[in-house]
């Protein structure tokens, strides 16, 4: 019992100095973005059946509230991975904005000419603006087609239609197409910059990053544009 007791402190201190150390944010930054792209890629390929009719995209829906049954009740499944993703997102947005604080208390004063755009790369350069309107949009998105409340022609159970009926907006189009490309431009940096935390560096992962980057965002560009063309509907 004591010796248990005389364990625990020391585990909490080496976790907390870990979370405080740089590297160690950028670690947790780096892992937990891995684990978003890994669930935007699965959710890029289950959008993709909306191609394929509404038969196939419901009952993927319905397949996903009834996995794991009858070991999980109905519908714990996605509430585990919502929870998973949701305390992914938090450390996610918490280590940069502090390494953000931190880069800036570290250099106060800004470099006299500073460094242009340019020269930085674009998608670098957006990485924390573009973070944040990311933030805003993935709410209005679960309000729009998974709780309903911004899409007006909303059936519960009936994700198809859903789909259908909110791409059929052009506005709504406007704000996704907006927000697919800050997506790609922070998974194009995102992806690079998390690769060189875990060790890993080069021009094959930058490609690879790229290459992703650029599927995930095609991938689930073509969705509203299957709908506004009449391939969908």
Same mark, same amino acid.
């Given at each position: ?10 585990? $909490? ?13 950028? &670690? =947790?930054?780096? #892992?937990?973005? %891995? @684990? ?83 020269? $930085? ?13 990311? &933030? =805003?949009?993935? #709410?209005?998105? %679960? @309000? ?90």
């Amino acid at each position: 019992m004591s010796r248990d007791l005389a364990v625990q402190p020391r585990t $909490r201190t080496s976790i907390t100095r870990f979370w405080a150390s740089t590297i160690g944010k950028k &670690a =947790v930054m780096a #892992v937990t973005g %891995l @684990l978003l792209v890994a669930y935007l890629f699965a959710h890029m390929l289950g959008n993709l059946k909306v191609f394929l009719g509404a038969g196939a995209m419901n009952d993927y829906a319905a397949w996903l509230r009834e996995f794991g049954e009858p070991v999980l009740p109905f519908g714990v499944f996605l509430w585990i991975t919502r929870v998973v993703l949701m305390v992914a997102v938090v450390l996610h947005i918490v280590s940069a904005a502090q390494l953000t604080l931190r880069d800036r208390r570290a250099r106060p004063i800004r470099y006299r000419h500073g460094r242009s755009r340019s020269a $930085r790369g674009f998608a670098p350069s957006t990485m924390r603006w573009g973070g944040a309107t990311l &933030a =805003v949009f993935v #709410v209005w998105h %679960l @309000l729009d087609l998974t709780v309903g409340v911004a899409n007006r022609d909303y059936v519960q159970g009936e994700p198809y239609h859903n789909v259908v009926a909110d791409f059929s907006v052009w506005w709504v189009n406007v704000i996704y197409f907006v927000a697919l490309v800050m997506l790609g431009l922070h998974l194009d940096h995102g992806l690079t910059s998390a690769a060189r935390t875990l060790g890993l560096a080069g021009r094959r992962i930058r490609i690879l990053g790229t290459t992703v980057a650029v599927m995930i965002t095609v991938g689930f560009m073509t969705v509203p544009i299957g709908v506004m063309t009449g391939l969908v509907g």
